[in-house]
């Protein structure tokens, strides 16, 4: 069951699309907290002049900007959501001053900003003062509640009503929800307590067995009984990145419309920021791009041994020969041994099991994955294998591979010519 | 902090990069940290030498040990437990079953004076094994800052690079740091490091540079080239301690060292030889030329028709059914040039590996492979059942099939040409008797069984006069051209006084 499908009249749907992310607020989040924090330092600087003081507000800022780049609390501007804004405050208003039942689905990519629009809300909400004193608050998420039983569980914790329900045997999941709903009714039963229930991950509950929890929310939330708002928040499948080389916040922002990945890269320029270095300056932006954008399979491919590229080069050759079919270690050990005995002189021709240690340290990095599970009876020697690095990512790592012997080298790029 | 650069060689940039990520004791970090990067490339002892040198509060934990849910996060718990109490109290062992709870627990052991208002680090090792724990635990671990509303910061050590952890619907990105491989120079600096005080450290060095000569190109990993240096030491020393040459002379100690090095790339290197046979070799000074590892076939024996069954599965694996009448039938006429496909290299047998065989083809096949009769009694079918029990030949299919059982070889062409020369005891031996001054030696012309192939002797008694046996290779032969050859041996005695015992065939 999707929340989509359920009519009625309390159902509202608000989505926050990534375009939304526009570049004007990416640019001007990103340069007010570089240039906040310039101003801060070089206000401070004005007041006092003491070394000593000097680096106590350095830390002071350290510490302010850390907390809002990792801890995320919250800001007191909120960027290119304010209807989405206005939208959800409105709902939760009236769930919790006229007692209407109420669900909303929050949809966006992981970074745009849901939880931080629900924070906001309720911030602004629980300042109303009739508020504050009704309105109970249950914080589900779906990596912590991963089944119904634990979610009915930690609901009756965040209530307090767990000396209320104490020892009590309960039949179905919906008796025991509604038992919590009535027991927080006052003394007469037109009035009864909102309760806004907010489910982090909402796509995991959606996965539980019968999706018991979500049937009954939104039963709860149609029935009218106890007036209920039930806020879910969900990501949708976030499209592949491609990095392209410009200038970097400009770059930044076509690699990932993401507020997180730049609080990511202005955390690392941060870093760079001591006594010595007070201000940040570009070369510390360059350098924060630089270690953000690493090819991470070039890397491992970095550090093989000489005998483990040859092993990848014959793998290339191949799969460029048989047209990406499925290969094992002794065809494998056969190209190596054919380019060894013609034209190798710096790579010695090593046994059978040397080669197979080297084969598989390779399986062991997840640079080849056999193509089905192994089984006792078959020999390691003759079971199919599949290179995962394809053919471009192994000469860009070959270019960088350090002191790669020539004739490995010629090997790597001459390879029909072989035969 | 020169301390910590004497701890930590060759690393200073990603020491820098860390202490700077961790900031001051109660500021804020990255909520997650993912460091990758070869095995041995220092992530582990980085990671806590450096937690331990600033004092921080940490928790490690190796996911390999801890493999379920339950165990991983009692020990977290547990070890923060003790962290934030007192040396003298005792404090209670936690339990957690869900992750639900884990939350909960440690938003109240955090609470505890000593860890509030700083940065606790949660250090998870080998975290390629949380993808296989439960789906919510790794990108629970991710956003531990925020489930918790705690400062806490939890670092992935991993060999795999992070593309590979990420989940189909996305998570909490780490900040990613990359620990380099060594180059050729660090690794020279960090072995050249432990040292024996005993000798300098140039000598040390010209020992360390031979290694790398030896190993580079095989393996980078500091962890095996270490264990190699120190087990190979002694035998570098070994001239120097006799006194044959001085610590300088580099051409001849290299010359001592280098085979030793190879043969050991070939066992302990391997794993075929463990550390403690090899340090004993090298003390006994035998030669490495004899060593036998796990996986050497000598270790084997087969009995007389198991050997030749063994043989024949081969034959009958990698072989294509169709040669069969070619090779081994005795008239086998002309082969019809039918299409035959000139084989593409890929397709070869030894390639693809073993194919299997019906059990009549493997008969059919020993039956001409053995000289003598061999009948098909239970002996030979129990001889298979026992070859299948030792995994050198596997049981293809259901065990009930109807039309017979199928086979396959799964030895190599190795482990076969190393049991069909393996000369064993079996064959014809000669027993003689006669003076000890007149016994002839394998190699002497005098030797009367030269003619008849003969090899190995062997000294049964040895006094004034001595029993000895030698063997021949009556397969070449034929039993009855020896008998004939030995008859005229006998009645043309070169030798005085040589009497023949008897012959003696044994298996």
């Known amino acids: 069951m999707m929340p989509k499908e359920c009519d009625g009249p309390g159902v509202r749907m608000g989505i926050l699309e990534p375009r939304q992310m526009t570049g004007d607020c990416f640019f001007s989040s990103g340069q007010g907290i570089c240039s906040g924090f310039q101003f801060v330092e070089m206000s401070s600087r004005k007041l006092k002049s003491n070394n000593l003081k000097h680096s106590e507000c350095l830390s002071q800022v350290q510490r302010i900007l850390r907390e809002r780049f990792c801890h995320q609390s919250l800001h007191s501007n909120l960027f290119g959501v304010q209807v989405q804004y206005k939208h959800l405050i409105e709902l939760l208003k009236r769930t919790a001053i006229y007692g209407e039942s109420n669900s909303v689905l929050i949809i966006g990519p992981r970074g745009s900003g849901k939880t931080m629009l629900i924070n906001h809300a309720l911030k602004e909400l629980m300042e109303v003062e009739e508020v504050s004193e009704n309105v109970l608050q249950v914080h589900l998420n779906g990596l912590l509640q991963i089944n119904d039983n634990i979610a009915l569980k930690e609901i009756t914790r965040q209530l307090n009503l767990e000396n209320v329900v104490g020892d009590k045997v309960f039949g179905s999941f919906a008796e025991n929800l509604s038992f919590l709903l009535e027991a927080l009714k006052k003394g007469d039963r037109t009035s009864s307590c909102p309760v806004i229930f907010i489910l982090d991950e909402f796509d995991l509950f959606a996965h539980h067995k019968n999706q018991t929890l979500l049937y009954n929310l939104f039963d709860i939330s149609q029935s009218a009984q106890t007036p209920v708002a039930v806020v879910g928040l969900t990501c949708r499948l976030c499209l592949s990145e491609d990095r392209s080389v410009r200038e970097v916040l400009q770059k930044h922002f076509n690699v990932s419309k993401n507020l997180r990945s730049l609080h990511m890269l202005l955390m690392l320029a941060l870093n760079r920021v001591t006594s010595s270095h007070p201000f940040m300056t570009a070369a510390d932006l360059m350098e924060a791009n630089q270690l953000c954008s690493m090819d991470s399979k070039a890397n491992i491919v970095h550090g093989l041994s000489v005998l483990e590229i040859c092993l990848i080069i014959a793998m290339k050759h191949l799969n460029d020969i048989y047209e990406e079919e499925p290969f094992n270690f002794q065809m494998v050990y056969n190209e190596f041994q054919k380019f060894v005995q013609r034209k190798a002189h710096s790579v010695y021709n090593f046994e059978k099991p040397v080669v197979m240690k080297a084969f598989e340290h390779l399986q062991q990095l997840e640079l080849i994955r056999p193509m089905e599970r192994t089984s006792v009876n078959a020999q390691r020697e003759y079971q199919l294998m599949k290179l995962l690095l394809d053919n471009t990512q192994i000469m860009n790592a070959l270019q960088k591979y350090p002191n790669c012997p020539t004739d490995v080298r010629q090997w790597a790029t001459s390879s029909l010519s072989w035969l | ?507």
């Open chain 2, 1 to 507: 902090m020169a301390h910590l650069e004497n701890l930590v060689l060759c690393r200073e940039s990603q020491v820098s990069t860390l202490q700077s990520l961790f900031g001051e004791r109660h500021h804020f970090s990255f909520p997650s940290i993912f460091i990758y990067g070869h095995t041995a490339s220092g992530k582990t002892y980085v990671t806590q030498t450096l937690l331990k040198t600033l004092e921080l509060p940490h928790v490690f934990v190796n996911c390999v040990e801890c493999f379920t849910l339950r165990l991983l996060l009692e020990q977290i718990l547990n070890k923060l437990n003790h962290l934030s109490s007192s040396e003298d109290a005792c404090p209670t062992h936690i339990t957690c079953e869900t992750f639900n709870d884990f939350v909960r627990l440690f938003k109240q052991v955090t609470k505890a004076e000593s860890l509030k208002d700083q940065t606790v680090y949660i250090v998870l090792d080998k975290a390629e094994y949380l993808r296989d724990m439960e789906a919510n635990l790794l990108p629970g671990f991710l956003r531990l800052q925020e489930l918790t509303d705690r400062n806490v910061t939890v670092i992935l050590l991993s060999e795999i690079v992070w593309e590979k952890f990420r989940p189909n619907t996305g998570c909490f990105e780490p900040f990613v740091l990359y620990f380099p491989d060594y180059s050729i120079g660090n690794l020279q600096k960090i072995l050249s490091h432990d040292h024996p005080p005993e000798y300098s450290a140039d000598f040390y060095a010209a020992y360390i540079n031979i290694l790398l000569g030896v190993f580079y190109t095989v393996c980078r990993d500091l962890k095996e080239l270490r264990h190699l240096a120190v087990l190979n030491f002694p035998k570098y020393c070994e001239p120097v301690v006799k006194g044959e040459a001085s610590e300088r002379d580099t051409r001849k100690l290299w010359r001592n060292v280098e085979p030793h090095l190879k043969k050991a790339m070939q066992t302990v290197y391997l794993r075929e030889i463990s550390s403690s046979q090899w340090e004993k070799i090298q003390k006994d000074d035998t030669d490495p030329g004899q060593l036998k590892g796990l996986s050497a076939y000598t270790h084997v024996e087969l009995p007389y028709y198991s050997k030749f069954i063994l043989i024949a599965a081969y034959l009958a694996s990698y072989n294509p059914a169709r040669t069969d009448k070619r090779f081994f039938l005795k008239h086998h006429g002309k082969i019809k040039k039918t299409n035959f496909l000139k084989k593409h290299e890929k397709t070869s047998n030894h390639l693809l590996g073993p194919k299997p065989f019906p059990l009549d083809r493997l008969l059919a096949i020993l039956y001409s492979i053995v000289d003598s009769r061999v009948a098909a009694t239970a002996n030979i079918f129990s001889q298979i059942t026992s070859l299948v029990t030792l995994q050198l030949l596997t049981l293809v299919g259901h065990d009930d099939q109807l039309d017979g059982p199928k086979y396959k070889c799964t030895v190599s062409l190795d482990f076969i040409r190393a049991i069909a020369s393996w000369p064993g005891r079996g064959g014809l031996w000669l027993y003689w008797i006669c003076p000890d001054r007149c016994r002839p030696s394998v190699e002497s012309d005098e030797n009367p069984l030269i003619g008849l192939g003969g090899c190995e002797q062997k000294t049964i008694y040895q006094g004034p006069w001595s029993i000895w046996t030698q063997r021949v290779n009556y397969k070449q032969q034929g039993l009855s051209t020896i008998c004939s050859a030995l008859n005229d041996v006998i009645l043309t005695l070169k030798l005085p006084e040589t009497h023949y015992l008897g012959l003696h065939f044994a298996l």
